[in-house]
């Protein structure tokens, strides 16, 4: 079992920027698929960025491109967000796919570990 702890959510204002980083326990992030989802209110949860278990293929939701960076180092996966929109407020959760799993997956029935979600608050 896995644990994933998310870090650096808060309040911005509109094109202002944030940085997200999410750490699995127990085992090196480059044992993991991970991907970046997030949920405003009384929405589906919804894609935003993924990464596979090699680092080489990152995908980004169409709404994020240009803005939003993926990466990831030695410990962790980060999620590198500029010029933020309204529109993005929201729970941000990073996820982990079983480690067979290698590709960037957008889905996210393709996750198996979850964190807690940290929140982002993008005022206008």
């Known amino acids: 079992q896995v644990q994933l702890v998310e870090s650096g959510g808060g309040l911005v204002q509109a094109g202002g920027s944030l940085r997200l980083s999410c750490a699995p326990s127990g085992r090196t992030v480059n044992s993991y698929a991970m991907g970046w989802f997030r949920q405003a209110p009384g929405k589906e949860r919804e894609f935003v960025a993924a990464i596979s278990r090699s680092g080489y293929d990152i995908r980004y939701a169409d709404s994020v491109k240009g803005r939003f960076t993926m990466s990831r180092d030695n410990a962790k996966v980060n999620l590198q967000m500029n010029s933020l929109k309204p529109e993005a407020t929201a729970v941000y959760s990073c996820?982990?796919?079983?480690?067979?799993?290698?590709?960037?997956?957008?889905?996210?029935?393709?996750?198996?570990?979850w964190g807690q979600g940290t929140q982002v608050t993008v005022s206008s």
């Open positions: 996820a982990a796919r079983e480690t067979y799993a290698a590709g960037a997956s957008p889905a996210d029935t393709s996750y198996v570990y």
